[in-house]
């Protein structure tokens, strides 16, 4: 079956620490993948998409990874800070619709 | 400014009653969709609609309706509420047709007793 998976356990880093967050999946060749920002309460909104073509794509602090042969994406955030402590979802498009199926997120924490 | 907007914000139900989950977005965006967000669990798609008179299943679609009479609005219904549909229900509109991020509403959470 289609799976995608994000590290359920908290990560937890000091400020101004590189944070990196993985997203693993099986059974896809997705054309494009996607992170999103949720905190508590709220709906997620939209960070960057890295489509299947692009190895690495960068916005500020933020930079994307895609690995389709390790079927694999990782997001990193450098010079951390107390304000980044979110939950971060992928999700990638699932079929010729567009639709995205999602992973369940990673809480990050970022220490003071 | 407002982009995407869901009312009610909480609701608590019992079992067996139906209501209704209002959405609605200022952006002209032909698709939405509803989502139901779980914990431990990726969003997962209730219904969605890619313009106004046209509506379509997502991946748990069971014991929900929807309509879709207006570009701006697409409203979610519950037709005999489950405790099992205990969750916080999230609708997004999406401007492009493909690739384009989805934008979120706020979220209605949903209890059923």
């Known amino acids: 079956s289609q799976k995608i998976e994000q590290n359920s356990e908290a990560l937890n880093i000091q400020e101004g620490k590189t944070a990196t967050l993985t997203c693993n999946y099986t059974n896809y060749s997705p054309a494009y993948l996607q992170w999103y920002r949720q905190d508590p309460g709220r709906g997620p909104v939209f960070l960057l998409l890295?489509?299947?073509n692009e190895k690495e794509k960068r916005k500020e602090r933020l930079k994307v990874t895609f690995d389709t042969t390790l079927k694999q994406s990782l997001f990193h955030i450098t010079a951390s800070q107390p304000a980044d402590s979110a939950t971060y979802l992928c999700a990638l498009n699932r079929d010729s619709n567009y639709q995205l199926i999602w992973g369940a997120g990673t809480k990050l924490i970022i220490k003071p | 400014n407002a982009g995407v907007t869901q009312t009610p914000k909480f609701q608590v139900l019992k079992t067996g009653q139906s209501m209704t989950l209002q959405c609605a977005q200022d952006m002209n965006h032909e698709y939405m969709s509803w989502y139901r967000q779980d914990p431990g669990m990726g969003l997962r798609l209730i219904h969605y609609s890619v313009g106004a008179g046209i509506t379509d299943q997502g991946e748990v679609p069971n014991g929900y309706n929807v309509s879709r009479s207006t570009t701006e609005d697409f409203p979610l219904r519950l037709l005999s509420a489950a405790p099992s549909q205990t969750s916080v229900y999230f609708c997004?509109?999406?401007?492009?047709?493909?690739?384009?991020?989805?934008?979120f509403g706020e979220g209605s959470r949903l209890t059923v007793l």
């Open positions: 997004a509109s999406r401007g492009q047709a493909d690739t384009g991020e989805l934008f």
């Open positions: 890295i489509r299947e």
